[in-house]
């Protein structure tokens, strides 16, 4: 017979091959195996396509059956022909008026408070030619253990009434004494407490995002639902203020900086591996360090998988070829530079505990270093747990208005749309005025001295001795010109190398905020969602304070990402305006101190 399944939750499709299924809607499986989480089924409509396992359950018993007697259920499960018994059935069957009247049922076993999601890091790794992990420096096991389930058998402790267990470490939790209480009603023997509180407590805002979205992926959906519990410990907590332009990231209280210098080519395993070191020297320690472009790898994925609402900046690319080449070392030098600024400039990640310890964890000492790793990697505070270590500010001053802040969200939006496209747009110009620089500009330039070159070459030939001055003159205004063809080829370098390395920078940031931004917009969804319920009469008010309450906490993050990153912003484009348009004066001043040369030549004739 057929397989079926019911439909426990409501399903909407996103995407091509996936079907919407209806709350209760019975369906036919085309496999009971799941891939991947999703099973493939029939709904009743008559379409075919795939839909989450967790949001059905498998309809093992035959529909068709007919009623088994009284005590024969038990050897339901016999192969054809069976055996009889050693003991009467009498035995094993107490008289039917002898048991309790049952207790009444759900048809099918309740379902956890939401299907849970499996969490995966948005950020893979990238692993080049140029940067093998198989060597000692590491060993086999370098992924994190998975987290565990969110909700633990410890107890839930109260952060508001400080409650937790130290005052160094104590516990958070989103789930609600409501929605606690919702589901022990729903447990054989508990009482329900409000006739008609059924149909509230049943109510949930939609769970119709798909296993790739951002939202759920990150454990958004999860903190904003209530389902996130964990110890939270006060160095891991992110801070919220209110400053003058809105809310804003706590500042670092010991700001530093670290510089990247002296790239250097090292072997291992008898020169039979080759690669690049760079020194690093942070401000507040003085103690260099060194890292090969991995270590910056390894760590670019454990923060980019650990903080959903903070723009991770990205590393320079990798190059499968070349990449011992000066040329290349110079230019991912310049790179990781401005990525180890904007590190350092975070109020959040440069005081990062896996940022620390890759400053500080000193070279040689390889056990250190994999302890620091190991830690990192085992963080419990990633997915849905994350969002408990932020603090908001709290009060009538602090309230956010749900308008206001999805109007903000949506011009910055459009600025970072905006933006993107510009900095494309530079970076193309730019690109290709410095190839023109480089080959045409400098071709066309020595073109012209050379022309100059012949003409005096041409008056030599007078042997008139008054004209000798006029000769040399040519020759030297010649000359003039080739040495600023080498002026134009070399001036990238200095102005507009510098810019496109900012424009490059930005373009990852700007990267990054559509999905931060999806991970606010889904929350600020199920606010509206549960407003609804609420008008409706499906849902209490106080559960909907919750998701409102914990929504706003997602939303305070990102409208602090969002200041810094214009912050930033502001400082970089400043600093690295004035530095291009310096370097172009000093460019057209030595061409202007080398035309001048020439002229002077002249004055002789």
């Known amino acids: 017979m057929a397989l079926r399944a019911r439909a426990l939750y409501d399903f909407r499709s996103e995407n091509p091959g996936e079907i919407s299924l209806r709350e209760h809607e019975v369906l036919s499986l085309c496999s009971e195996q799941d891939i991947e989480g999703w099973l493939e089924g029939v709904n009743s409509h008559g379409d075919r396509g795939l839909f989450p396992a967790s949001y059905v359950q498998v309809i093992r018993a035959p529909a068709a059956e007919p009623p088994a007697p009284a005590g024969g259920a038990r050897y339901a499960n016999l192969p054809p022909g069976g055996f009889e018994p050693l003991v009467p059935p009498a035995a094993f069957n107490p008289p039917v008026q002898q048991l309790p009247p049952p207790a009444a049922a759900e048809p099918f076993p309740l379902p956890p408070a939401f299907p849970p999601a499996p969490y995966s890091g948005s950020y893979q790794p990238s692993q080049g030619s140029d940067d093998d992990w198989d060597d000692d420096w590491d060993d086999t096991s370098t992924v994190a253990d998975e987290p565990g389930v969110l909700g633990s058998s410890y107890p839930d402790y109260d952060a508001a009434?400080?409650?937790?267990?130290?005052?160094?470490?104590?516990?958070?939790?989103?789930?609600?004494?409501?929605?606690?209480?919702?589901?022990?009603?729903q447990q054989p023997g508990h009482p329900h407490h409000h006739?008609?509180?059924?149909?509230?407590?049943?109510?949930?805002?939609?769970?119709?995002?798909?296993?790739?979205?951002?939202?759920?992926?990150?454990?958004?959906?999860?903190?904003?639902?209530?389902?996130?519990?964990?110890?939270?410990?006060?160095?891991?907590?992110?801070?919220?203020?209110?400053?003058?332009?809105?809310?804003?990231?706590?500042?670092?209280?010991?700001?530093?900086?670290?510089?990247?210098?002296?790239?250097?080519?090292?072997?291992?395993?008898?020169?039979?591996?080759?690669?690049?070191?760079?020194?690093?020297?942070?401000?507040?320690?003085?103690?260099?360090?060194?890292?090969?472009?991995?270590?910056?790898?390894?760590?670019?994925?454990?923060?980019?998988?650990?903080?959903?609402?903070?723009?991770?900046?990205?590393?320079?690319?990798?190059?499968?070829?070349?990449?011992?080449?000066?040329?290349?070392?110079?230019?991912?030098?310049?790179?990781?530079?401005?990525?180890?600024?904007?590190?350092?400039?975070?109020?959040?990640?440069?005081?990062?505990?896996?940022?620390?310890?890759?400053?500080?964890?000193?070279?040689?000492?390889?056990?250190?270093?994999?302890?620091?790793?190991?830690?990192?990697?085992?963080?419990?505070?990633?997915?849905?747990?994350?969002?408990?270590?932020?603090?908001?500010?709290t009060g009538p001053a602090a309230a956010l208005d749900l308008q206001?802040?999805?109007?903000?969200?949506?011009?910055?939006?459009?600025?970072?749309?905006?933006?993107?496209?510009?900095?494309m747009q530079l970076t193309h110009t730019a690109n290709e005025f410095a190839r023109k620089q480089v080959t045409g500009f400098k071709k066309e330039y020595q073109k012209v001295g050379h022309s100059f070159k012949g003409l005096s070459q041409a008056f030599e030939l007078d042997q008139q001795a008054f004209s000798a001055n006029l000769n040399q003159a040519l020759a030297f205004t010649g000359e003039a010109y080739d040495t600023i063809g080498e002026f134009f080829a070399e001036q990238p370098r200095q102005d507009l190398d510098p810019v496109m390395d900012l424009l490059a920078l930005y373009q990852g940031?700007?990267?990054?905020?559509?999905?931060?931004?999806?991970?606010?917009?889904?929350?600020?969804?199920?606010?509206?969602?549960?407003?609804?319920?609420?008008e409706e009469g499906k849902m209490e008010v106080q559960k909907a304070d919750g998701i409102q309450d914990r929504c706003n906490i997602i939303s305070f993050a990102t409208l602090a990402e969002i200041h810094h990153f214009h912050?930033?912003?502001?400082?970089?484009?400043?600093?690295?305006?004035?530095?291009?348009?310096?370097?172009?004066?000093?460019?057209?001043?030595?061409v202007t101190q080398k035309l001048e040369e020439a002229l002077h030549k002249y004055d002789s004739v």
């Open 195 to 393: 006739p008609g509180g059924g149909a509230k407590s049943s109510a949930t805002v939609s769970r119709n995002l798909n296993r790739f979205s951002t939202f759920v992926k990150s454990g958004g959906e999860a903190f904003v639902l209530g389902e996130a519990s964990g110890f939270v410990k006060d160095g891991d907590k992110l801070c919220v203020v209110l400053g003058p332009w809105g809310p804003e990231w706590q500042e670092n209280p010991y700001p530093f900086q670290c510089s990247i210098e002296d790239p250097t080519k090292q072997t291992k395993f008898k020169g039979m591996k080759s690669y690049i070191a760079y020194k690093l020297v942070p401000s507040h320690t003085g103690q260099q360090v060194h890292r090969r472009y991995k270590h910056f790898d390894w760590l670019y994925g454990r923060l980019a998988e650990k903080f959903p609402v903070i723009s991770v900046p990205h590393l320079p690319e990798k190059q499968a070829t070349g990449r011992f080449e000066e040329d290349f070392i110079s230019k991912r030098r310049k790179g990781l530079a401005w990525w180890m600024d904007h590190m350092c400039s975070h109020p959040v990640l440069a005081q990062c505990d896996a940022f620390r310890h890759f400053l500080t964890c000193p070279s040689t000492d390889e056990k250190a270093w994999k302890q620091g790793k190991r830690k990192a990697e085992r963080d419990e505070m990633v997915g849905a747990n994350f969002f408990l270590t932020i603090s908001v500010p």
């Open 161 to 185: 009434g400080g409650g937790g267990p130290t005052s160094a470490r104590y516990r958070l939790s989103t789930r609600s004494d409501l929605s606690l209480a919702s589901r022990n009603s």
């Open 404 to 423: 206001e802040v999805e109007s903000r969200v949506d011009g910055f939006k459009s600025f970072t749309k905006k933006m993107d496209e510009s900095t």
């Open 509 to 534: 940031h700007l990267a990054n905020f559509p999905d931060i931004i999806h991970v606010q917009k889904g929350a600020l969804t199920k606010v509206k969602e549960s407003k609804r319920h609420v």
């Open 567 to 590: 912050q930033i912003r502001v400082r970089d484009f400043k600093s690295q305006m004035q530095h291009f348009l310096k370097q172009q004066i000093l460019f057209f001043q030595k």
